[in-house]
Every structure is written in C-alpha cells, then in structure tokens.
C-alpha cells in the first residue's frame, strides 16, 4: 500500500530562519515533544523518498539517529534545510554521501537575508555547500521558493547551483499549516509568472534530463502562479504523505483537515486503511486548492488516470521543446499558457522582512490542536 510512496516528515516546528512567506518560526513545537525514533521505527521499508523538513530539521539534536531509522526505509533520503548549520549536516553526509541535501536559498546576497529574516545568511549557506560538497556529500542542491521579490534572480540562482554541479528545486508560494500561513498571495501574478520564461528555456538547454523534468514542472509553477487550475485531481495521501512534528499523519501540508490518523497509536498498516484515511484521500481528490507542490513534480509526468504509465502530453512537451531549445528557439510560452486567464485573488498584505525584528515566539504543544486556523473554506 505504501510502495512507492513519497512521505516528508516535519520533524520540528522551530526554526533560526524568519521567513516572510512562512511563519512557522513564530510557533515552535515543544523539543520533548517531537517525534522520536520509535515512533519513525514504525513505518515501513519501501518508500520512494523521505524528506525531512521542519522548521529547520538540524535543529534536531538526534538528527543522525532519526537518520539511521528512516535511511533504510527509503530509496532517497532528502533533508531540506536552511543551510545555517552546516555541522549536523557534514554529519550525516559523513555517513551517507548519497543524502541528498537541499539548502534553501531566496535570492542572491542581501535579497535572501531579506526575505529569509537571516542574519549574513546567503555567506552562511554558501561556506555550508562549499563545506558538504568537500566532506563528500554527492546531492546538494539549491531551493528556491520563487515569488515576486525573487522572481528576477532565478537565472542567476540556478548558474549558482550549476557552477557546484548542483540541482535546483523549485516552488512557489502556498498557504497551509506548514507553513503557519493564508495570506501569501502573489502581488503581481502576470510579471512573476514571466519570469519563468528563461529559467525554462535555461533548464531545457542543459544536458540533464532532471533538468528537463523541471522545466516541465516550472510550467506548471507559471500556471499556478497565474491562479489557473491544474488539470488533474489531487493524489495527496495516495502517492504523498506528511508526519508533522507530533506524529500525525495527514495527506498534505496544506489542509490540517485532511489528517489521517495518529502514527502514535496503532500501526502504519491499520493507520492507512483507517475510515479517517480513506475520508482524507477522498476529499483530497475533491480539493479545489489547485496547488503546486514539489510533491506534484513526479506525477505531473505520468499518466494522471493510469499513474503506471508516462503522461503523454508531458513528455510530447518535453520533446518538443527540447528540440526547440537546442535549435535555438524558447518554447512557444504564448501557447503554451493562457496569460490573459488570470485569477483575481485577493489584494496581498506586503510579506514585510523580519530580518532583525524582535519578535517573541510562542510555543504550541500538541494538545491545542493549533492548525484551526489554517482551514479554511476552500476545505470544505
Ligand atoms: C518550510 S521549509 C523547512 C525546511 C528548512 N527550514 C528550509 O529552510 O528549507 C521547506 C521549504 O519550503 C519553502 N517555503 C517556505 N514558505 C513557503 C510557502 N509559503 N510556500 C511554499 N514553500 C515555502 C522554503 O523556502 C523551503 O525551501
């Protein structure tokens, strides 16, 4: 039942990074209470890719042990991470060289300290892949969560992966409990979409077919920027899963009301076939939140009603596209996405920059149920 599965483990909810987009930072989880190695114990072998993300997930001082579990489990182990901390990192890369570990980066110098809240964080990352990448480690990437204060340095961010022979990760913004966010909204849905455009044609000329997929993918981040829908109904809880810092399960990072159980009590096995699971599948195939997840980067490619099988429409993209690319032309982007169909969506606050603002965080335990506030009414 979970063969072939992704799952990404929130192992905390503290976090030294004060993002603008993702607030998480101002709720930490308490340490004694996070999910520990027995309850990890309990899941199965067989999983496509673990990732472990936060918070930030080295502030775990038993990040190494949390490996040791899950490393088996899954043919990828993938640790997202702010980069601040490059030591529990060179730890587990010390161990296993094929971790991949992706440092989250939001623009170059300044543009990142600014929109991350981190202190001379850009230099930190940097001395963090130089640090990996001579300790052996053989998967570091970037990620970037591109939205309109980035929007303008993605080619710039993605030769800086390049120039270590790095991968590139990319999202946009969202709204959901993992974020402790709902009024992320682009503010200029048109300019930030567009600026997409070379970044694909630039992962198209590479000669890595992950970068293929990618640009595929960023596609998709152009339509989902522009507001317009998927296409294709949400397999949340079938082919991806999310533990939160306290054990829960729940289909998505986004809906807390799509909770599955609780890997606490009982086993993986009966969790899964539980009528609380079978209900969260269901209404995520039902979802109208339309989103884009990086989680959405390996199905967007196959066939959305035989999932086995390729999806024909990507890949003829791809084709077509890469044969444009090498002969010297960008992808025909006016044809490919409807520009003139663009969501209204609401008028943004300003994501203001917390880069050294006090701010006092407030802890939340697990018995205060402490997502109600990211439900919303498109869950229902
Ligand atoms: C929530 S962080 C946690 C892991 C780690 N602390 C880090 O900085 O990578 C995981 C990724 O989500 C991205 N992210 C933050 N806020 C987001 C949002 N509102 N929507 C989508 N992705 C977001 C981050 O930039 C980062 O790449």
């Known amino acids: 039942m979970f063969a072939g599965m992704d799952l990404s483990v929130i192992l905390t909810y503290r976090c030294q990074s004060r993002c603008s987009m993702c607030q ?18 309990k899941l199965p072998n067989g999983f496509r890719t673990i990732t472990l993300t936060g918070g930030e997930p080295t502030l775990r001082e038993d990040l190494p042990e949390l490996a040791a579990v899950l490393r088996p489990k899954t043919r990828r182990l993938v640790v997202m991470t702010n980069g601040l901390l490059a030591e529990p990192l060179a730890e ?13 980066v939001d623009g170059h110098g300044a543009k990142n300290d600014t929109i991350r809240g981190e202190e001379n964080g850009y230099a930190r990352k940097m001395a963090t892949v130089r640090h990996l990448l001579a300790a052996g480690a053989r998967d570091v990437g970037l990620a970037v969560t591109i939205q309109d204060d980035n929007c303008d340095q993605l080619l710039a961010l993605f030769k800086m992966a390049q120039s270590f022979g790095g991968d590139i990760s ?63 109904r949400c397999p949340a809880g079938r082919d991806f899963l999310y533990l939160d810092p306290w054990g829960r399960l729940y289909a998505c990072p986004i809906r807390p009301d799509l909770e599955m159980g609780d890997l606490n009590i009982g086993t993986w096995r009966s969790l899964l076939k539980s009528p609380g699971a079978a209900e969260a599948r269901t209404r995520a195939l039902r979802c109208t939140h339309n989103c884009w997840l990086t989680d959405h980067a390996r199905p967007a490619l196959r066939n959305h009603r035989w999932p086995r099988l390729p999806s024909w429409r990507a890949w003829r993209w791809l084709v077509a596209n890469k044969v444009r ?14 520009f003139h169909d663009m969501a209204q969506g609401f008028i943004a606050p300003r994501r203001e920059s917390w880069l050294g603002r006090p701010y006092t965080p407030v802890e939340q335990v697990k018995t205060e149920r402490p997502y109600g506030a990211f439900n919303n009414v498109m869950n229902k």
């Open 24 to 41: 998480v930072w101002q709720h930490p989880s308490v340490p004694a209470e996070e999910i520990g190695p027995a309850t990890l114990a």
């Open 92 to 104: 587990l890369v010390a161990r296993w060289p094929d971790i991949a570990i992706r440092v989250s």
């Open 170 to 232: 990319l999202a946009t913004l969202h709204n959901g409990f993992l974020f402790h966010k709902i009024d992320n909204e682009p503010y200029n849905r048109l300019r930030t979409a567009r600026a997409i455009q070379p970044l694909i044609t630039e992962l198209l000329a590479t000669r890595r077919p992950r970068f293929w997929r990618q640009a595929y993918f960023a596609l998709g981040l152009m339509k989902k920027i522009l507001g317009q829908p998927r296409g294709w």
């Open 325 to 338: 690319v090498t002969l010297g032309h960008p992808p025909p982007f006016e044809r490919d996405v409807p």
